[in-house]
């Protein structure tokens, strides 16, 4: 033990630090120790005092503190969208409401403001990471780097053109250009994007399959999200989605299968032996019908499961607490099994295992010496959530994100109390109304 306490950067003493890692442990009365932005110590809070000094202690006396929430699956912008055209269909949704708004009013500005936004809403709920998907990518990099939040920023590749890009080499080439830019930012990784089977031709995904070997990036891609989708692909392709891209090459550790609502049982096997992940978004599929996905199934397969939200405009929040309450309980009702996903898995899916599917895993993803100090306090002492018998319980059954009270990226405070310490929540609302009443005006 040092003759004199270590100076540190900050000090954050919980009534319970949840790790994560190792699975199901909760450390009762503990501390973590950040230096230069990364987990330094996790200890018992009586031995701080002698081991660590700072001028920066934060006492959380009735919080739990856990590791930043990670949204394995977003369209960030696309808040600016919320509740826009509620209650129908997927493709009814996509065909006659989303892509004609996209269409005329997608663009740098759009993309930039609807990200800050939904960073302000993530951040406020806890989440430290998230997955995006949309077009004019490096605009949603650069509004994730003004929050200081971190993002995997998604290549989008997509069969048709848009303001953004012309055609499928357009889209690769702006994403990689994009990627090649901003490469050297701690705060991004980046994924390559197809849309989804539907809206990519195999010559392209045999494009994205080289192009996500040679930058060693993940492939995040909507798949098996509806049976109309499966019908299509054995119509078009005398395939199911999942086999032609077995067929294409693009079945692999890099693999981020967002939805995989509808899968058979050798399906589950291929996604398992070939490394793949699955990013579950509960509250979209079952908003848009989609059906429920068989998540117990997919884990007892050996498959890693992620949680995401999808897009505001879908579901319609980027509330992460949300997800996880919803998917242990649809995954109880679905299989008649109360003991399937417990609160500990669930909040796996949350962090940790979202964190693997993108790769980040030895960064974020658990409160764990050497790890980035991504960090998410929640005040279990609120009168609605008293008494507290079992925080990681509380954590997915009873806590929702209105009980987030501080949030960390990085080691920095982006949240204290509540409130956001790096945007400007009028500034936020004043452009949200500005694109409602674009959109207004351009006609639904």
């Known amino acids: 033990m040092p003759e004199h306490p270590q100076a540190v950067d900050c000090i954050i003493d919980a009534r319970w630090v949840i790790p994560v890692d190792p699975a199901a442990t909760v450390l009762d009365h503990h501390s973590v120790i950040v230096i230069r932005g990364c987990i330094a110590d996790v200890l018992p809070t009586e031995q701080v005092r002698s081991r660590y000094q700072t001028k920066q202690h934060v006492a959380l006396a009735g919080h739990a503190l856990i590791p930043g929430l990670v949204n394995l699956h977003t369209h960030a912008a696309m808040t600016l969208m919320r509740g826009l055209a509620d209650d129908r269909a997927l493709m009814d949704w996509l065909n006659k409401h989303i892509w004609p708004v996209e269409t005329r009013l997608v663009s740098h500005e759009f993309v930039y403001d609807g990200t800050l936004l939904a960073c302000a809403e993530m951040l406020r709920g806890g989440v430290t990471c998230f997955n995006d998907m949309y077009f004019f990518p490096e605009s949603a990099a650069q509004a994730a780097l003004h929050a200081h939040m971190r993002a995997a920023i998604g290549m989008i590749v997509i069969e048709f053109p848009s303001p953004y890009a012309t055609d499928t080499m357009d889209y690769l080439d702006k994403g990689i250009a994009m990627r090649d830019r901003l490469r050297e930012e701690p705060l991004l990784s980046f994924c390559i994007a197809p849309h989804a089977p539907f809206t990519v031709s195999d010559a392209a995904f045999e494009r994205v399959a080289v192009y996500a070997g040679e930058l060693d990036v993940p492939v995040h891609i909507h798949l098996h999200e509806t049976a109309d989708e499966i019908r299509d692909s054995l119509a078009t392709h005398k395939l199911r989605p999942i086999r032609r891209l077995q067929k294409l090459g693009l079945l692999g550790p890099g693999l981020i299968a967002v939805h995989a609502v509808h899968l058979d049982e050798d399906e589950i096997a291929l996604l398992s032996e070939q490394g793949c992940h699955v990013a579950h978004c509960p509250s979209s599929n079952l908003k848009l019908a989609s059906g429920i996905a ?151």
Not at 344 to 364: F, Q
Not at 416 to 423: N, Y
């Open 294 to 444: 068989p998540v117990a199934q997919l884990r007892r397969g050996g498959v890693n499961v992620g949680l995401g939200t999808d897009g505001a405009a879908s579901n319609n929040r980027l509330d992460i607490f949300s997800e996880m309450r919803l998917a242990a309980l649809l995954a109880k009702g679905a299989g008649g099994d109360p003991t399937v996903l417990p609160a500990h898995t669930v909040l796996e899916m949350a962090t940790l295992n979202a964190a693997r599917a993108l790769g980040l895993e030895a960064r974020i993803g658990s409160l764990t010496r050497g790890k980035c100090a991504d960090m998410t306090a929640v005040n279990l002492a609120a009168p609605e959530l008293s008494p507290c018998y079992d925080p990681l319980s509380h954590l997915v059954y009873a806590a929702g994100r209105e009980h987030v009270s501080h949030v960390w990226v990085n080691g920095e405070l982006l949240v204290r109390d509540g409130r956001l310490t790096q945007l400007d929540a009028q500034e936020l609302a004043t452009k949200a109304s500005y694109w409602k009443e674009k959109i207004k005006s351009q006609g639904k």
